[in-house]
């Protein structure tokens, strides 16, 4: 789990971040609905008595360093508040039956903010704040609330935005060449990765979505057709050649920045609404990773997709 935003932090504030973990088990339907609709809308998840996770959050404190004790807040404090919050209430028990999800479907973006209703105003003093807020329900799929550092807020689920993340593999190969180059500069520019019969990686991919939450649901994007969609644009560059084989690749340099670029022009449209992609997160290999957020914060030719190399030779 990763902040799904570039955060602009104060000068002198820092974020420290914690871990829990804990197993509930849950179900998604809601009563007004018969068993055909909650099927429609949750799929799998709709069936009763229910289905388990190995749930994992990590919170985000936002806050000044103390210089009596060079910290923003004490890691005991934070632990202790998390098994309070988030652990004893919800460990090996059935999120159904929590009065907290009463009315509120126990799916990730509202487990999210039930959380966060209880933290926040926990955490919130002179010189720290909750920030952000992530919940994993598999290694694929998460959510995450980021909040302002604005204390003063009377309502504390004012000015937080809801993010959804579902990550997915691939496998493919490529070449980091440029026919304008010569050979000498090609290799002394890509190295290795200039090799002539390429090679390949599995990379991972993140989609993150975000939107407004669904008034009855609680939810910012329907899971199952996200995953199609990411399901559907991974099939045109899984176990393929990313030089010769992707159509919206064709005269691009494959580079982890050029495909998670065009692989954002593919899924934007494909993004069930009122969700919109919001960020796109290419890890290529352990060591090095890459991060979009649309043509709207890139160049102004940055456009959906990727513009062609130069072909000429110079
Ligand atoms: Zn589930
Ligand atoms: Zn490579």
Same mark, same amino acid.
């Given at each position: ?34 068993? !055909? !609709? ?40 934070? *632990? @202790? ?11 090996? *028990? ?22 966060? /209703? ?15 807020? @992530? ?33 997915? /593999? ?42 407004? /939450? ?51 022009? /593919? ?39 990727? !513009? ?7």
């Amino acid at each position: 789990m990763t902040v799904p935003v570039p955060i602009q932090l104060p000068e002198g504030r820092v974020i420290i971040t914690r871990k829990a973990r804990f197993s509930s088990a849950h179900y998604l339907a809601l009563d007004e609905w018969d068993d !055909q !609709q909650n099927f429609n809308a949750f799929w799998k998840a709709s069936g009763k008595p229910g289905h388990g996770h190995n749930y994992a959050v990590e919170v985000g404190v936002e806050g000044t360093v103390d210089p009596a004790t060079g910290m923003v807040m004490n890691l005991t404090d934070l *632990k @202790a508040m998390l098994l309070e919050e988030a652990i004893e209430p919800f460990d090996f *028990k059935h999120l159904n039956d929590d009065p907290a999800f009463a009315y509120k479907l126990p799916a990730i973006e509202n487990i999210c903010t039930v959380l966060w /209703q209880c933290l926040k105003p926990r955490i919130a003093t002179p010189t720290m704040a909750l920030r952000w807020i @992530a919940v994993s329900e598999t290694d694929s799929i998460w959510g995450s609330i980021l909040g302002t550092n604005d204390d003063n807020e009377t309502d504390c689920m004012t000015d937080t935005h809801h993010f959804f993340t579902k990550t997915t /593999q691939f496998c493919a190969g490529h070449r980091l060449h440029n026919p304008a180059f010569s050979d000498d500069d090609n290799a002394s520019i890509f190295g290795k990765c200039n090799n002539p019969n390429g090679h390949g990686h599995n990379y991972q991919l993140d989609v993150t979505v975000t939107g407004p /939450q669904d008034d009855r649901t609680g939810l910012i994007v329907d899971l199952g057709k996200l995953e199609t969609a990411v399901e559907s644009v991974v099939a045109k560059v899984d176990h393929l050649n990313l030089n010769t084989d992707v159509d919206f690749l064709t005269g691009v340099i494959p580079t982890a920045e050029n495909i998670a670029r065009g692989l954002w022009g /593919q899924l934007a449209p494909l993004i069930p609404a009122p969700a919109s992609l919001h960020r796109i997160r290419l890890v290529e290999t352990y060591n090095n990773a890459v991060e979009y957020y649309g043509p709207q914060h890139g160049q102004a030719n940055d456009v959906m997709g990727v !513009q062609p190399v130069a072909m000429a030779p110079r």
